[in-house]
């Protein structure tokens, strides 16, 4: 059962990575790709959690299977070739390290690091996020996609990343349903008005992706009383510094 669950392991960054080459040659396999893999993503995490059915499991679902999601949806507007190889790796990986992570949590609870899973979670829900709004601000751009429709799609999956992402971090629901409230309004008007700058659509996500990173810090800190002086001041540093960054090096027009 050991070398079973290892394999189903390995077996998802090879599907996804030999799997969007497969596609990227013949857009025709698309659906079969995108359909096969989230089958087979929801049954390993099943498999590898010793088909636990608690409830509490779908929890587990959430995180690599939004973030698959958003990943192929990036990856669908990407056209330089060499960039498209890259993404593909480096988001198998992040899948792969997700889903080890979850193996380890549950069947060998002695070798899991405390925390380990509450700052993966974090570090990939802020590129999920990106990934996300990526394929947003893209569909906006090059789809002429209705705005409406567009912020009406991305407002459930927000909605349940920042449910799992505090849940994660063993915050109830009940504690942190205003700020999920308040993060997805944010994201909304920020969201609705970085549409309207004259910049590519990675710099208008990595923008929102900066304010997310603030937000969810911010957040995670004040409800488990860890934000000080200290961490506000790194906060506001990181994410000032990549913003001002990413401005001044964009291409307006």
């Not at 961490?231 to 291409?251: D, E, K």
């Amino acid at each position: 059962m050991y070398l079973l669950r290892r394999l189903i392991l390995w077996l998802i960054p090879t599907f996804w990575i030999v799997g969007l080459e497969l596609v990227r040659v013949d857009y025709e396999k698309f659906w079969y790709f995108v359909v096969g893999f989230l089958l087979y993503l929801i049954a390993a995490i099943f498999l590898i959690s010793k088909a636990n059915k608690n409830k509490i499991l779908l929890n587990f679902l959430i995180l690599p299977v939004f973030f698959a999601m958003s990943s192929i949806t990036f990856l669908l507007f990407m056209v330089n070739e060499m960039a498209f190889h890259f993404v593909t790796v480096l988001t198998g990986v992040v899948l792969y390290l997700i889903i080890n992570q979850y193996y380890i949590y549950f069947n060998f609870p002695f070798k899991y690091q405390p925390y380990s899973l509450e700052s993966l979670n974090f570090y990939t829900s802020i590129l999920t996020f990106f990934l996300l709004f990526s394929g947003g601000f893209a569909s906006l751009i090059l789809l002429k996609f209705n705005k409406f429709l567009l912020i009406g799609s991305i407002l459930p999956i927000m909605v349940l990343l920042l449910y799992q992402f505090f849940w994660i971090h063993k915050i109830k629901f009940k504690k942190s349903w205003i700020f999920v409230f308040s993060i997805v309004v944010v994201v909304v008007e920020l969201l609705a008005a970085l549409a309207y700058l004259p910049t590519s659509y990675y710099v208008n996500s990595f923008v929102l992706t900066i304010c997310c990173y603030l937000m969810l810090g911010f957040s995670k800190g004040f409800l488990q009383e860890t934000l000080d002086k200290k961490r506000i001041i790194s906060y506001l540093s990181v994410g000032s510094i990549l913003t001002l960054i990413t401005l001044l090096t964009a291409q307006w027009g």
